[in-house]
Structure formats: C-alpha cells, structure tokens
C-alpha cells in the first residue's frame, strides 16, 4: 500500500501554463510538506501544512499556492510556469512522535519539466 | 536550525563497512540527529534516528559523541544496492517539523 502518493509523476509543459500537483497520504499524518529538488540534487522546503493550516512558508514565489483540503490531502498549484520551475517535487508526512521527534515519509517525486 | 558538513562523496567496496560522519557544530540542546537515504529517483528515506549515544536498528547505527557536535552513520557490510544519497539533519522537535536538508554524501558502492 502506498503511504504517500504524488500526481503525475511526469510533468511536461510549457512556460506560462499553469499546472497542479496532487498529493496524498494515508498514513493518518497531521503534517504534510511539498518540497522542491534542483538539478544539483539541494531538497528545499517550500510548504508545510498541519491539520490544514499553513505552518511554514519558505521564499516561494507567490506563483506557488498550496491547499490542503482535508489532512490528509496537500496538493500544489503553480501559476505561470517558468523554466527555474523544472526540478523534481516532493511531498511528505510527518507524525509527531512518541519520542518527541519527527519522521518525514516521502512520496516518489514529481519531475517538471518546462520548455 | 543547525548546519551541518558532511563529505559530498565516498566510495566502498560491497561486504565492507562503510562510516559517514557528519559536523553540526551549533546543534541545539533540543535537535535530534536524523539521517535520510535518497535513490535515484526516489524520494528520501528515513533511516536512523538519535539524541546521544549510540543507536542501532536494523539497517544502520548511529555514532553520537558527548559533545553531540558530530555524529558517525555506519552501515555494515554495504552492498551494491546501498549506493544512494545519504542527508545527515538536526532539528526534527519543533512542532513545525521542519527539516533542513544539506547536500548529502552520494555513496558508491563498487563491486
């Protein structure tokens, strides 16, 4: 079964367009982060959400709106694509633990490319 | 949130130990050590986790000296399908949950 889910997992299309990434996550997690990953391999957060609520906003331009309508659902808008938009996406889910820590589950990655 | 500096490679031989040690020099009392593993095209992969000490589970241990300003992930007898991304990480016990992921040592394993 999978526990975080991402689509598409491919994403091709061109400067200007705007396009959503769908992520979900059955594991019951009350967090929930969209990352961002460079050509160089650097994973940067971008989001992160908690029982629906917007707890971190890095310097993302506004272009990028993220909605979480339900826990367990993150999805990831972005407007007005650009060519430094092309990286690999992920999302995560994260419970805090019994020890007082989190661990972050990742989904597979969404790869945009924009031409 | 800590920095931490790690090696950006490291290559091994498969049957042989291999240590990756990481610095984080402004750990703060509350930040635990997290390690991540990340395949090609994957996403990354939690793997061990520690305060002090010594942990140990069935993929890795983790090295903690006192001081905490370093910490040592050590996998036993390595094989071909251990080459991947290995992130070191402090924090990890707010309650955002934010972690800050450097540029990880890309570990070769040769046959």
């Known amino acids: 079964d999978t526990a975080v889910s991402q689509t598409p997992k491919y994403l091709v299309t061109q400067m200007g367009n705007d396009k959503s990434i769908k992520c979900e996550q059955n594991?019951?997690?009350?967090?929930m982060y969209w990352y961002k990953q460079d050509s160089k391999k650097f994973l940067k957060i971008m989001f992160s959400y908690n029982n629906k609520e917007l707890i971190i906003n890095e310097t993302v331009p506004n272009r990028f709106s993220p909605k979480s309508p339900d826990k367990a659902h993150l999805n990831l808008h972005i407007n007005s694509l650009e060519l430094g938009d092309s990286a690999v996406y992920f999302c995560?889910?994260?419970?805090?633990?019994?020890?007082?820590?989190?661990?972050?589950?990742f989904g597979p990655g969404t790869r945009l490319t924009v031409t | 949130l800590a920095k931490t500096t790690q090696p950006i490679s490291m290559d091994s031989y498969e049957g042989q130990e291999v240590n990756i040690t990481c610095s984080h020099n402004n750990i703060a009392t509350n930040d635990y050590i997290t390690w991540y593993q990340q395949f090609p095209s994957q996403g990354p992969r939690f793997i061990i986790q520690g305060y002090k000490t010594k942990v140990t589970n069935e993929v890795a241990s983790l090295f903690i000296p006192a001081d905490r300003k370093s910490s040592t992930l050590s996998l036993p007898r390595v094989s071909l399908s251990d080459t991947a991304v290995y992130y070191c990480l402090v924090g990890g016990s707010s309650n955002t949950g934010k972690l800050i992921f450097g540029q990880g040592t890309t570990l070769q394993v040769k046959p």
């Open positions: 995560a889910s994260s419970q805090l633990t019994s020890g007082g820590t989190y661990e972050q589950y």
């Open positions: 594991l019951g997690h009350d967090t």
